[in-house]
């Protein structure tokens, strides 16, 4: 079935550097949506990107739709402490209703 | 605009207990409604997702049951829970546009 990874599974920072992270599949996906979890919380939307090739940015977050379809990225600038938590990379599966999610990275950024 | 609620925000229950969980969405029609659990520090596991009213596709066979009595409310249920029933339980919803929003979450602890 379709599966979802994500890399790096976790990473620590420094407050001020920028963080890029990604997320692959084996099969194509026609969206790609990308989550913030905070500990004790329901994920929240932060990017969705809609068109292979697609660069789409929500303040200092920018995340781009891979060419082939099978990929996407994630990039945080000068991070800050709050950008600490999980981020999750999902999308719809061909044909059906149901959301695939990646396996999360956990960010924490030391101050 | 859209919200989602979930309730009660964290519930402890025996080992055998029934269990009722809700979810109601506001400010949108007809909306794919779904299920997931997520244990501590792991990914989301869809369990149950529904499509209209009264429809019901479960994902993973176990001693839960969803129902959707109401086109904007969707219900999780047990009748005798298991300690492996504990976990952090996200309700979430979709529309056209294929984005995904999901609840507050239900911390639930079986002992």
């Known amino acids: 079935g379709q599966q979802l990874n994500q890399s790096p599974q976790s990473m620590f920072i420094q407050e001020g550097e920028d963080v890029s992270m990604n997320c692959t599949s084996s099969?194509?996906?026609?969206?790609w949506l990308w989550y913030k979890q905070d500990p004790g919380e329901g994920p929240v939307l932060l990017i969705a990107l809609y068109k292979a090739g697609e660069l789409t940015s929500n303040g200092r977050l920018t995340a781009q739709f891979g060419i082939t379809r099978k990929d996407s990225f994630l990039n945080i600038s000068a991070s800050i402490p709050s950008d600490v938590g999980i981020y999750f990379c999902?999308?719809?599966?061909?044909?059906?209703?149901?959301?695939?999610f990646g396996t999360g990275t956990r960010l924490k950024v030391l101050a | 605009s859209q919200t989602i609620h979930q309730w009660p925000a964290t519930l402890v229950q025996p080992v055998g207990s029934p269990l009722s969980l809700e979810c109601t969405v506001e400010?949108?029609?007809?909306?794919?409604l779904y299920w997931y659990r997520q244990a501590a520090g792991r990914g989301l596991q869809l369990l149950f997702y529904s499509v209209g009213i009264g429809q019901i596709s479960s994902e993973v066979p176990q001693n839960l049951s969803a129902s959707r009595p109401q086109d904007r409310q969707f219900i999780l249920s047990s009748k005798k829970l298991l300690l492996s029933d504990s976990g952090f339980y996200l309700c979430?919803?979709?529309?056209?546009?294929?984005?995904?929003?999901f609840g507050p979450g239900t911390r639930l602890t079986v002992t």
């Open positions: 400010g949108t029609s007809n909306p794919n």
């Open positions: 999902a999308g719809p599966t061909s044909g059906t209703y149901k959301y695939i």
């Open positions: 099969s194509i996906f026609n969206t």
């Open positions: 979430a919803w979709s529309g056209d546009s294929y984005e995904q929003y």
